[in-house]
């Protein structure tokens, strides 16, 4: 059995709801965990499940932005792309964001970027920093998105959490070039949200604001 969890983006500038990104997890045993592979359950099943929380979301909220994420074997299968547009056509209105949460080739990132611009489509660079998002792995990639996302909780969990600022720093200035949009993930206490806003960092994401639920 799969579902989706919610963990809520907060727009700190005016204290508003952003979005929610929308996490995939199984019951196993009676336990939800993350899968371990999760091409195994198909993009069109992801899809309706998306959908599903997507109306219930669209009662609550009008302007209801909705994330989740592709792996690169997700988002290289030619059949990927097709399910994504035709689940945004159903949740219309409802804005939908794509989160690459590893480095597509450039060949790939120019057809992602090409068609799911023309529905409007956001994309995103997650973990940047971390695993296959590193700089030197996105930074021909960054001119085809739209929006890119620190997880400080990553460098947290390999015993790196005091270069959180400099390797922070180095991303607001890349978005600053670029002309992205930058979201903090892993906020989890107020001196997070004080270095969010030393940085200019409006858009935030972390257990201060709502761990994943089960909606």
């Avoid at 969890?5 to 196993?28: H, M």
């Amino acid at each position: 059995m799969y579902r989706f969890f919610a963990q809520p983006q907060v727009n700190e500038e005016d204290k508003s709801i952003f979005g929610y990104e929308l996490l995939l997890r199984t019951n196993e045993n009676g336990f939800w965990t993350l899968p371990k592979d999760f091409t195994k359950i198909s993009i069109d099943d992801q899809a309706a499940l998306l959908e599903v929380i997507s109306k219930k979301l669209h009662t609550e909220l009008h302007d209801i932005k909705l994330a989740f994420n592709l792996n690169q074997k997700q988002a290289s299968d030619p059949f990927t792309l097709g399910s994504i547009i035709a689940l945004k056509k159903r949740i219309n209105p409802a804005a939908l964001t794509i989160e690459l949460t590893e480095a597509p080739t450039l060949e790939e990132m120019k057809e992602i970027s090409f068609m799911l611009h023309q529905y409007k489509i956001a994309i995103v660079l997650d973990d940047v920093g971390t695993g296959s998002n590193t700089y030197d792995n996105v930074k021909h990639l960054l001119p085809y998105v739209d929006q890119i996302k620190f997880a400080m909780q990553n460098l947290r969990m390999d015993g790196d959490a005091e270069k959180i600022p400099s390797c922070l720093s180095f991303w607001v200035d890349l978005a600053k070039k670029f002309r992205l949009e930058l979201v903090l993930e892993g906020v989890e206490d107020k001196e997070d949200q004080s270095l969010a806003k030393k940085f200019g960092i409006n858009i935030q994401q972390g257990y201060l604001y709502g761990k994943p639920a089960l909606l």
